[in-house]
């Protein structure tokens, strides 16, 4: 065996806890777990001892925007969702790439500082998923597509497939992000949509995001047509279809199976689509709170059906940190009521089902993604979690994370 990992506690989410736990590792993945009284030292070539510490999964990060972390504090918090685009627009583009890289990097650090050790990150650019999947990070890059015009369909298709077909040549594990039912027509996502199915590629789409989509996607109307409209888009045909952004997708047969993000506006329709579909949720609580969100996703009602949200960061655009302890403590703020072993659950395990992963939980058969967090020994060993600002320790894929500023 390779190494044997013992330490105070090890939360495995997918069993009980086990106290005065360790973990046999082989090849990257999880060989055993148990008591470390069950293990023979001598069976292995290296012992981590971490005495009085909680040993738990890895983070996984179900939604970020790695290519903008280098927009961190350029644009002012608690703005209208339109008024946002219209700043983020130009302040994208004002981006030196040198600097776009640079902030990848860092912000790549930072995930890696706070336990995050894989991610569902979407890019426009393959040089920018090139560099996540070479990060260490146990990453699903997707390939970001956005076309509101139905003749614009085809073209927006050929570019995306040509891209996925690039990332996967590069060995990279891919995905599709149709962006939004405001950005992406009808005709675009029955392309992507048969594309996926082919080529088993996850998706991952933004949907019920605000008040004014939801306005301009029933109704036709509002700000967002106006800025629609700025942008060089008007009569585009997506607008005004008498039905809530979850029912549109549904008639598009766009759900089936993908991540829907953000959720903010989703009434209980649309949560019974959701659910039949297969959907996965994924909560950004940090973007909420960023914008100042009264209404966000129903997390305390999503456990209670049955259902699993993800969670993930969102982008340094809409928020101010890419760390998922900051996200739990966040959620915690919306929803006081949730257990912390739910939410635990939610940014590992739920993460990594939704993604395709083999993380997320600490059992027989899993990749080494491991995490550790003083307070060992204490009766509640959540709370040693989510008190944290960082873990004391990350591995990924068997072998122990350094120089992140950890």
């Not at 999880?30 to 292995?44: K, L, N, R, Y």
């Not at 627009?89 to 640079?102: C, G, H, K, S």
């Not at 996850?202 to 700025?230: C, K, M, Q, W």
């Not at 491991?370 to 894929?397: Q, R």
Request: charged share 20%; glycine share 10%; hydrophobic share 40%.
């Amino acid at each position: 065996m390779d190494t044997l990992i013992k330490g105070g506690l090890v939360y495995t989410v997918a069993t009980a806890p086990v106290r005065n736990g360790a973990i046999a590792i082989n090849n990257g993945k999880i060989e055993s777990v148990g008591p470390a009284s069950d293990f023979s030292e001598g069976d292995f070539g290296e012992i981590i001892n971490l005495p009085n510490q909680v040993l738990m999964p890895g983070f996984v990060n179900a939604h970020s925007h790695l290519q903008f972390s280098a927009l961190r504090g350029k644009i002012p918090r608690g703005l209208g969702f339109v008024e946002w685009i219209r700043r983020l627009i130009p302040a994208q583009f004002a981006t030196e790439e040198e600097d776009v890289l640079r902030g990848i990097r860092d912000g790549i650090s930072e995930m890696l500082s706070t336990g995050t050790t894989a991610v569902g990150d979407i890019s426009n650019d393959v040089r920018f998923a090139r560099l996540v999947a070479a990060s260490g990070l146990n990453a699903v890059c997707f390939a970001e597509v956005i076309a509101p015009r139905a003749q614009e369909a085809e073209k927006a298709f050929n570019d995306a497939s040509a891209r996925v077909a690039e990332m996967r040549g590069a060995g990279i594990n891919t995905g599709l992000s149709p962006h939004a039912p405001f950005t992406v027509s009808e005709k675009l996502f029955g392309l992507l949509k048969s594309f996926a199915a082919e080529n088993s590629l996850p998706v991952t789409i933004h949907v019920a995001e605000s008040a004014e989509e939801e306005e301009f996607v029933r109704d036709g109307s509002g700000d967002l047509r106006l800025l629609l409209e700025e942008r060089g888009y008007p009569q585009t045909g997506f607008g005004g279809h008498a039905k809530t952004p979850v029912q549109l997708l549904e008639s598009y047969g766009a759900l089936d199976g993908a991540l829907a993000v953000h959720l903010n506006t989703a009434d209980d329709e649309d949560w019974e689509i959701l659910a039949k579909h297969g959907a996965v949720p994924v909560f950004c609580p940090g973007s909420s709170a960023w914008f100042g969100r009264k209404k966000v996703l129903p997390f305390d009602r999503l456990l209670k059906a049955g259902m699993r949200p993800a969670v993930g960061t969102d982008s340094l655009a809409s928020n101010s940190s890419l760390s998922m302890l900051d996200e739990l403590r966040i959620a915690a703020e919306y929803f006081p009521s949730i257990k912390r072993e739910d939410m635990a659950e939610a940014a590992t395990l739920n993460g990594a089902l939704a993604l395709g992963l083999n993380c997320g939980s600490i059992e027989k058969g899993k990749r080494a993604d491991i995490i550790s967090f003083m307070g060992g020994k204490t009766g509640d060993s959540l709370s040693a979690v989510f008190g944290a600002k960082k873990p004391e320790f990350v591995m990924i894929n068997g072998k122990r994370v350094t120089g992140t500023k950890l």
